[in-house]
């Protein structure tokens, strides 16, 4: 996700906003910028696209003296990486700069209503709308007194102060507002002032001595201060050099004393998690909103991106991708071919690249790919469109080769993934699939109204059914650590089901090295029950479906040879007790999107067992996080 901070002080603030972004780089990013208040009044921007060295570059020998500033590492949602999408962004008049993390939804209609009103746009961004908004904002405030409000300073007195025009103005463009924003703010008018926003993407203050400060995360803060205070939903700040202003979402003044951070810089780029790849998979509740942001609009999923592709002669869908991306297509598979009543075939990338299916006008060829770089899956696509077939792309990385081969391209934004594994990924794929399949399925008219709205409101409830997964680890803990010594295991699932225990099986021998094979509960008399002897550990997808009782007989016929199975099951099936031997539970969802939910104890197994066998979690041997060759 991007990168944000902002200082107000009386130093030179471009030394600290390089620096605190550089520390923000784990976040990733495209493009980067800063801008500053300098002494005479002017703003001075500097923006580049690339690495932060090329900013630096762009700054060194010209560093601007100002001590009010803020700054910005892009990762590109609306608008490809370029110099004029960074940030920081500016009004019409450029004295208003904002820099943004996170997507404001409802950025088109209000982007046209500015521009009717006279607004001149510079970039393809949403963020740019802010700015504009703000500006407005303030105009109307250009007759009123600055507000003056009872606030709290950072000591928790209460005192007489005054969160200035900006503030005030920040405060009213945000309620035209729809979707996630960490934004900091700044203004030629009140050049002493520093203004800070947040609601579902995170914001941090930092105070310090004779200066106060932003950041998107902590790492940017430690250098300055270990003194905090993290925004909470709907929060905004205002920040002189002496001051910090708090405010609940309604405008009123609120009373919070900051905290002490303990951690390390490494610490904090993981916040506090051990791991990104824990982090990653905790991420997952607020990853999975961004992923759904603007895609479930007034009861039901719609994808702009499909707008501008013709799909009236598609009698077919294929969906191509890699290791897990493939096994996101496969969930795909079993609810597209439901509710769009068309056959859907999952095909792996390295396969379809040299062995094609017959492909024309008639085909819908989607590659799904987290990296956007996966040589195989970018050879199937760039086949697909040499054979006349409809293109798409779904990616978690804006401007991705993939994304140059295709006719449209939808993104995951849930954000940079810098475990190797993935994991917030997969369930961003499958949470923008099932969207994108029942957009299709409205623009189709193969769901009634009433079926696509049921499925979007519980597709909407997803992030919080993964954060209930998991608010309690300790089970997956206890059964990983019996796993330490396994030298394999068998994940069956049926149905979505069967790719869930893929997934897990792949999750498994990736991370912690033990091996482990996904299989058709099915299928098991036809082999894989050979295996099982007095001891074997098998993990059973057995969550509400309609092949539950089937399920059941499986998990009946291996532990009648002295297996040991680890069921995953609905919350409230006390049945299930009968038939395994320890049981995670995981709540109800809609047997086509389970998957989303009951992958996320796998992942929390694989990662447990890794850890009980000392590997490198974040970087499992032999493993890169795109594989860009063959
Ligand atoms: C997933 O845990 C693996 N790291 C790997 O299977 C990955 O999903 C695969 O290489 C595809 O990557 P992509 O999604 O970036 O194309």
Not at 346 to 351: A, P, R, T
Request: glycine share 8%.
């Amino acid at each position: 996700m991007c990168g944000i901070v902002g200082v107000v002080g009386r130093e030179p603030a471009a030394p600290f906003l390089l620096d605190g972004l550089r520390r923000l780089e784990y976040r990733g990013y495209d493009s980067a910028g800063i801008a500053v208040i300098a002494p005479n009044g002017t703003l001075h921007l500097h923006r580049a696209a690339g690495k932060l060295q090329n900013l630096v570059a762009l700054v060194t020998g010209r560093e601007p003296h100002g001590a009010v500033g803020i700054g910005h590492t892009r990762w590109a949602t609306h608008g490809r990486p370029s110099d004029e999408n960074a940030h920081p962004h500016t009004d019409c008049t450029g004295r208003i700069c904002v820099v943004h993390n996170g997507i404001i939804e409802n950025f088109a209609t209000l982007r046209d209503q500015l521009q009717a009103r006279g607004h001149t746009f510079r970039s393809e961004t949403d963020t740019e709308v802010l700015a504009h908004l703000i500006e407005e904002e303030l105009a109307r405030l250009a007759a009123c007194p600055p507000a003056s409000l009872p606030v709290t300073a950072a000591d928790g007195r209460q005192v007489e102060g005054d969160g200035g025009r900006l503030r005030v103005a920040v405060h009213e463009a945000l309620l035209r507002v729809q979707g996630a924003y960490a934004l900091a703010a700044i203004s030629l008018d009140e050049p002493h002032l520093l203004v800070g926003a947040a609601r579902h993407a995170p914001l941090v203050v930092g105070i310090g001595d004779d200066a106060n400060y932003l950041a998107s995360d902590i790492p940017a803060l430690l250098p300055r201060t270990r003194l905090v205070i993290r925004l909470r939903e709907g929060e905004l700040v205002a920040l002189d050099r002496d001051r910090v202003l708090l405010y609940d979402e309604t405008g009123r003044a609120v009373e919070r004393l900051p905290t002490y951070v303990e951690w390390d810089q490494s610490a904090a780029e993981k916040a506090g998690y051990p791991h990104f790849t824990l982090k990653e998979i905790h991420e997952q509740p607020e990853a999975l909103r961004r992923a759904l942001a603007g895609r479930l609009t007034d009861g039901r999923a719609y994808l702009a991106e499909l707008d501008g592709l013709d799909l009236s002669r598609v009698t077919r869908v294929y969906l191509v991708g890699c290791g897990t991306s493939h096994y996101a297509g496969m969930v795909a598979k079993y609810a597209w071919e439901q509710w769009l009543r068309l056959p859907v075939e999952c095909i792996i990338g390295s396969e379809m690249r040299y062995a094609p299916p017959p492909l024309d006008e008639h085909a819908l060829v989607i590659a799904i790919s987290q990296s956007g770089e996966t040589a195989d899956t970018r050879a199937a696509a760039e086949w697909a469109a040499r054979a006349g077939a409809r293109t798409l792309a779904l990616t978690n990385v804006v401007g991705s080769s993939l994304t140059q081969t295709v006719e449209a391209s939808v993104y995951l934004y849930v954000g940079p993934e810098i475990g190797v594994v993935s994991t917030k990924a997969f369930t961003g794929q499958l949470a923008v699939l099932y969207a994108m399949g029942l957009d299709l399925a409205a623009r189709r008219g193969t769901l009634p109204p009433e079926q696509l709205q049921e499925l979007a409101a519980a597709l909407a409830a997803m992030p919080e059914r993964v954060a209930a997964c998991l608010a309690r680890p300790e089970p997956v803990q206890r059964i990983a650590a019996a796993c330490v010594n396994v030298d394999h295991l068998l994940f069956i699932g049926r149905g979505v089901g069967y790719p869930t225990a893929l997934e897990g099986a792949l999750k498994l021998k990736e991370v912690s090295y033990i091996h482990a094979e996904g299989y058709p509960a099915g299928e098991l008399k036809h082999g894989p029950i050979a295996l099982v002897e007095p001891g074997k550990l098998l993990i059973a997808l057995a969550t509400a479906s309609a092949t539950y009782d089937k399920v059941l007989s499986n998990l009946e016929e291996v532990k009648a040879r002295g297996a040991r199975v680890v069921a995953i099951a609905t919350e409230g099936d006390t049945a299930i007790q009968r038939h395994a031997d320890h049981v995670l539970y995981v709540p109800a969802a809609p047997e086509l999107l389970s998957p989303i939910v009951n992958v996320v104890p796998m992942q929390l197994l694989a990662y447990y067992a890794a850890v009980e066998r000392g590997c490198d979690v974040d970087q499992p041997r032999n493993l890169a996080k795109s594989v860009t060759v063959e």
